[in-house]
C-alpha cells in the first residue's frame, strides 16, 4: 500500500538532479547521458517507463481475476519501452532491438508468472479465512 501511494513521487525524482548534466555521482555509481542531452532527461524517461511498469506488475501479481492475464501484453510493451530508453544511443540504433528483448522478456514473464503461482496459495487462504470469518460471525438459526 505505502509503496502505491510513493510510486507518483517516482516521476519527480529527475528534478532532483541539476539540469544540462551529463555525469551525475551517486552512491550506486555515475550516471551518464547515453543519448539524451541530459541525466535529467534520461532519469524523466526511465522513471517514466518504471513507474507504470511497477504498478502493472504489481496489479498482475496481486489480482486475482480471471482476466490479470491480459496485464501481460502492457506488461511487456513498458518492458520493451524500458529496455529502449536504457538502450538508447544515437549512434547505434537497431531496428531489430524488439528481437534482442524478446529473450529479456520472457524471462521476466516466467519469473513473473512464477510469483504469481506462489503468491496465489496466499491470496487464497486470505479469501478462504475472510470468508469463514464472516460465516463465524453470523451463525444460522
Known amino acids: 500500500m505505502i509503496l502505491i501511494i510513493f510510486t507518483p513521487y517516482l516521476l519527480y525524482i529527475h528534478r532532483s538532479i541539476p539540469s544540462e548534466v551529463l555525469e551525475y555521482k551517486t552512491y550506486f555509481g555515475t550516471i551518464k547521458a547515453g543519448g539524451y542531452l541530459d541525466v535529467q532527461i534520461f532519469i524523466y524517461i526511465i522513471f517514466e517507463k518504471a513507474t507504470p511498469l511497477l504498478l502493472l506488475i504489481l496489479w498482475f501479481l496481486t489480482n486475482k481475476n480471471w482476466w490479470v492475464h ?72
Open 70 to 141: 491480459a496485464l501481460v501484453i502492457p506488461i511487456t510493451v513498458y518492458l520493451f519501452q524500458f529496455i529502449s530508453a536504457i538502450n538508447s544511443n544515437e549512434d547505434t540504433f537497431a531496428e531489430n532491438e524488439f528481437i534482442y528483448t524478446i529473450p529479456i522478456a520472457l524471462i521476466i514473464l516466467l519469473i513473473l508468472y512464477y510469483l504469481r503461482s506462489k503468491l496465489s496459495l496466499y491470496i487464497q487462504a486470505i479469501d478462504l479465512k475472510k470468508e469463514m470469518d464472516e460465516k463465524m460471525s453470523f451463525p444460522k438459526e
